[in-house]
C-alpha cells in the first residue's frame, strides 16, 4: 500500500509531529530572550498546542497567536496555519486566519508603546507578513488539492475494476446463454430424433433382444433429453442476449434439415441470399426447433416450411396437420420457443406460434428488411 509513497509520506504521524513541536520550542528559545512570564507561558501553550494541530487545527492556531504577539517567532503560527490550510476547504476563514497572523506579528508589545514613527514600520511589517503569510496558505491547499487528486484517481481506479468485473460477468453470461441456445437447438434437435426413430424401431421390432436394445436407446435419449433440459436452464438463468457464433447455418442447409427431419416435410418459397447471417441462422433454428417439436409432439402429422418475402417484411412459417398417433412422453421446457421469441426481438422481428383450426400448429418468424 506505501509502496508507491514518497519517502517523507511514509513518515508516521506522531514523529512528524514531535519534529514539530521541538522545532516550534528551538525557535521559541531562540527568541524569547527576557520575556515576560505571561510571554513564556504563551510561547509553551504555543508549542504544546502543535501537537493537536491535526485534529484542532483552528483551535490551535488560534493558540499560537498570542505567542505571535508577545514574541517574534513564526514557526509556530507557520506551522499551525500551514495545517489550517491542508485541511479546510474555507477559502474565507483561510484569508482571515492569514490577516490575524500578520497582525499578531507585526503589531508591537507591549500594544502601549507604539510611536507614530513606529506605525509606519508597523504597517510596512504588516503587509511583509501578510505576503509571507501566504507560502504556508497556499502550501496547504497545494497538499490538500493533491491528496484529493490521489483520492479521486483512486475511485477511478477502482470505478474501472468494477466495471471491468461487470463486463466480464456480462461476457460470461452471453457465453451461457449462447451455450444454453446452441445445446438446445443443435443437441436436442438430434438427440429428440434419436428418441422418436428408437421408438418406431420399438414398435415396429419383432426380435425381443432388437426390441429391447431399442427400448434402451429411446429410454436413453429421453434421459438425455430431460437432463439436457435442466442443463439449459440453468444456463440460461445466469445468461442474457447474445450475438451469434460461426461457423452458422444458412438457408442453404435449409433443403438437408427438412430432408432429414424424420417427419414428412416440405420446403416451399425462397428468400434472397444476400440477407445477412444473423438473420438466416434465425430462419434456420426457427424451422429446425419448429420440426423437433412436430417429432416430439405431432407423431405422424406432416409438416410444411414455407419461406416468404414481402415488401417490408420476409420470414418463415412452419405448419404442421394433427397427429396421427399418440405421442412419446418426451420432456419439454418450453425453452425453444423462448429462445426463438428471443432470436426474433434482436432483429426487430416478431415471433408467433400457436394451434390451428384443424388440430395443428403454426410457427411464423417475421423480421423487417431494415434490419438486415
Given at each position: 500500500?506505501n509502496?508507491g509513497?514518497?519517502?517523507?509520506?511514509?513518515?508516521?504521524?506522531?514523529?512528524?509531529?514531535?519534529v514539530?513541536?521541538?522545532?516550534?520550542?528551538?525557535?521559541?528559545?531562540?527568541?524569547?530572550?527576557?520575556s515576560?512570564?505571561?510571554?513564556?507561558?504563551?510561547?509553551?501553550?504555543?508549542?504544546?498546542?502543535?501537537a493537536?494541530r491535526?485534529?484542532?487545527?483552528?483551535?490551535?492556531f488560534?493558540?499560537?497567536?498570542?505567542?505571535?504577539l508577545?514574541?517574534?517567532?513564526?514557526?509556530?503560527?507557520?506551522?499551525?496555519?500551514?495545517?489550517?490550510?491542508?485541511?479546510?476547504?474555507?477559502r474565507?476563514?483561510?484569508?482571515?486566519a492569514?490577516f490575524?497572523?500578520?497582525?499578531?506579528s507585526?503589531?508591537?508589545?507591549?500594544l502601549?508603546?507604539?510611536g507614530?514613527?513606529?506605525?509606519?514600520?508597523?504597517?510596512?511589517?504588516?503587509?511583509?507578513?501578510?505576503a509571507?503569510?501566504?507560502?504556508?496558505?497556499?502550501?496547504?491547499?497545494l497538499?490538500?488539492?493533491?491528496?484529493?487528486?490521489?483520492?479521486?484517481?483512486?475511485?477511478?481506479e477502482?470505478?474501472?475494476?468494477?466495471?471491468?468485473?461487470?463486463?466480464?460477468?456480462?461476457?460470461?453470461?452471453r457465453?451461457?446463454?449462447?451455450?444454453a441456445?446452441e445445446?438446445h437447438?443443435?443437441?436436442?434437435?438430434?438427440?429428440?430424433?434419436?428418441?422418436?426413430?428408437?421408438?418406431?424401431?420399438?414398435?415396429a421390432?419383432?426380435d425381443?433382444?432388437?426390441?429391447?436394445?431399442?427400448r434402451?436407446?429411446?429410454?436413453?435419449?429421453?434421459?438425455?433429453?430431460?437432463?439436457?433440459?435442466?442443463?439449459?436452464?440453468?444456463?440460461?438463468?445466469?445468461g442474457?442476449?447474445?450475438?451469434?457464433?460461426?461457423?452458422?447455418?444458412?438457408?442453404?442447409?435449409?433443403?438437408?434439415?427438412?430432408?432429414?427431419?424424420?417427419?414428412?416435410?416440405?420446403?416451399?418459397?425462397?428468400?434472397?441470399?444476400?440477407?445477412?447471417?444473423?438473420?438466416?441462422?434465425?430462419?434456420?433454428r426457427?424451422?429446425q426447433?419448429s420440426?423437433?417439436?412436430v417429432?416430439?409432439?405431432?407423431?405422424?402429422?406432416a409438416?410444411?416450411?414455407?419461406?416468404?418475402?414481402?415488401?417490408?417484411?420476409?420470414?418463415?412459417?412452419?405448419?404442421?396437420?394433427?397427429?396421427?398417433?399418440?405421442?412419446l412422453?418426451?420432456?419439454?421446457?418450453?425453452?425453444?420457443?423462448?429462445?426463438?421469441?428471443?432470436?426474433?426481438?434482436?432483429?426487430?422481428?416478431?415471433?408467433?406460434?400457436?394451434?390451428?383450426?384443424?388440430g395443428?400448429?403454426?410457427?411464423?418468424?417475421?423480421?423487417?428488411?431494415d434490419?438486415?
Amino acid at each position: 500500500m506505501n509502496a508507491g509513497k514518497p519517502w517523507w509520506a511514509r513518515i508516521p504521524d506522531p514523529v512528524v509531529d514531535a519534529v514539530v513541536v521541538a522545532v516550534a520550542a528551538v525557535d521559541v528559545l531562540i527568541n524569547l530572550g527576557d520575556s515576560s512570564r505571561l510571554a513564556t507561558a504563551a510561547t509553551a501553550v504555543a508549542c504544546a498546542a502543535l501537537a493537536l494541530r491535526r485534529r484542532f487545527p483552528l483551535t490551535v492556531f488560534l493558540l499560537t497567536l498570542p505567542a505571535s504577539l508577545m514574541v517574534d517567532i513564526v514557526f509556530a503560527s507557520f506551522a499551525a496555519l500551514f495545517t489550517l490550510a491542508e485541511r479546510s476547504r474555507d477559502r474565507r476563514l483561510l484569508v482571515a486566519a492569514a490577516f490575524l497572523f500578520a497582525v499578531a506579528s507585526a503589531v508591537p508589545w507591549p500594544l502601549g508603546n507604539v510611536g507614530s514613527h513606529e506605525r509606519a514600520w508597523t504597517v510596512i511589517y504588516f503587509l511583509y507578513t501578510l505576503a509571507t503569510a501566504a507560502a504556508p496558505v497556499l502550501l496547504g491547499q497545494l497538499v490538500q488539492a493533491r491528496r484529493d487528486l490521489a483520492d479521486r484517481l483512486a475511485e477511478i481506479e477502482k470505478a474501472r475494476e468494477h466495471e471491468r468485473l461487470l463486463h466480464s460477468q456480462a461476457v460470461l453470461a452471453r457465453e451461457r446463454a449462447q451455450l444454453a441456445r446452441e445445446m438446445h437447438d443443435v443437441v436436442s434437435h438430434q438427440v429428440s430424433l434419436i428418441a422418436v426413430q428408437a421408438g418406431a424401431l420399438q414398435v415396429a421390432a419383432k426380435d425381443p433382444d432388437f426390441k429391447e436394445g431399442a427400448r434402451t436407446i429411446r429410454s436413453l435419449s429421453v434421459d438425455t433429453l430431460d437432463e439436457l433440459r435442466h442443463m439449459v436452464a440453468l444456463l440460461r438463468a445466469s445468461g442474457g442476449r447474445v450475438g451469434e457464433l460461426t461457423p452458422q447455418p444458412t438457408l442453404a442447409d435449409l433443403h438437408k434439415l427438412v430432408s432429414t427431419s424424420g417427419i414428412e416435410a416440405t420446403l416451399t418459397g425462397e428468400l434472397p441470399s444476400v440477407i445477412a447471417t444473423p438473420t438466416q441462422r434465425a430462419l434456420y433454428r426457427t424451422v429446425q426447433e419448429s420440426l423437433t417439436n412436430v417429432r416430439k409432439h405431432a407423431p405422424g402429422a406432416a409438416a410444411t416450411v414455407h419461406l416468404w418475402h414481402t415488401g417490408d417484411r420476409f420470414g418463415v412459417t412452419v405448419t404442421n396437420n394433427a397427429p396421427t398417433r399418440p405421442s412419446l412422453p418426451l420432456p419439454g421446457s418450453q425453452q425453444g420457443l423462448v429462445g426463438l421469441r428471443e432470436r426474433a426481438e434482436l432483429l426487430n422481428g416478431t415471433f408467433e406460434s400457436g394451434p390451428t383450426p384443424d388440430g395443428g400448429y403454426r410457427v411464423t418468424l417475421r423480421i423487417p428488411t431494415d434490419a438486415d
